[in-house]
């Protein structure tokens, strides 16, 4: 089968977003390398999209073992955020899920924060991005159990075309200019 890869980079559009939180699992938080800021930062991308429309979804790996979502960052997300348990590392391998980002067939940039990097971030990303979609992995509101696992994640999706941003980047380019309502609502969470 021939992987059909798009060529990362250009501005993120939020009508053209969707927002896609992995894996952010109570038990799995503990472990996790950096993980205070990480979560933050995840808290960070998730209240923008909130504020902004951008649609948001969250996946969670094997949750009768590993748990649900972290409590804040679901509640965070809003009710009419879909929840989808998965056992495949990637969330593209999953029907459910890749059908129900599929259905976004505007929204054809695919934002991901979540955890692990090296695991179902990477995976899903690298499948994601041969689906055809544009890939934006927001390099600060990701973490692995090691650090060298993260780094190396980060270094594999860059050399596939997937765009490795930070949160702020994805801030500024969703918002596009200062001086809007929206601006002035979210710009105290730069502080």
Do not use: N
Not at 25 to 33: D, F, V, Y
Not at 42 to 59: K, W
Not at 101 to 111: F, G, T
Request: with cysteine; proline share 4%.
């Amino acid at each position: 089968m021939a992987v059909k890869m798009v060529q990362g980079g250009g501005l993120l559009e939020r009508a053209a977003s969707q927002l896609l939180v992995v894996d952010i699992q109570a038990k799995l938080i503990p472990t996790i390398h950096a993980v205070e800021a990480m979560v933050a930062r995840a808290r960070f991308v998730i209240d923008a999209a909130r504020v902004l429309g951008v649609p948001i979804t969250l996946t969670e790996q094997y949750p009768k073992g590993l748990g649900p979502t972290d409590p804040e960052l679901r509640a965070a997300c809003g009710e009419e955020a879909p929840v989808f348990a998965k056992t495949a590392f990637s969330c593209l391998k999953d029907e459910g899920i890749a059908a129900h980002l599929a259905a976004h067939e505007a929204r054809q940039q695919l934002v991901v924060v979540g955890m692990e990097a090296h695991v179902c971030v990477l995976q899903t990303a690298l499948d994601a991005a041969s689906a055809g979609y544009q890939v934006f992995v927001v390099a600060d509101a990701i973490s692995s159990r090691a650090a060298t696992d993260v780094d190396a994640a980060k270094q594999r999706m860059a050399a596939a075309w997937v765009t490795v941003v930070t949160a702020e980047m994805v801030f500024f380019e969703w918002l596009e200019r200062s001086g809007t309502p929206e601006f002035k609502q979210l710009s105290p969470m730069l502080r």
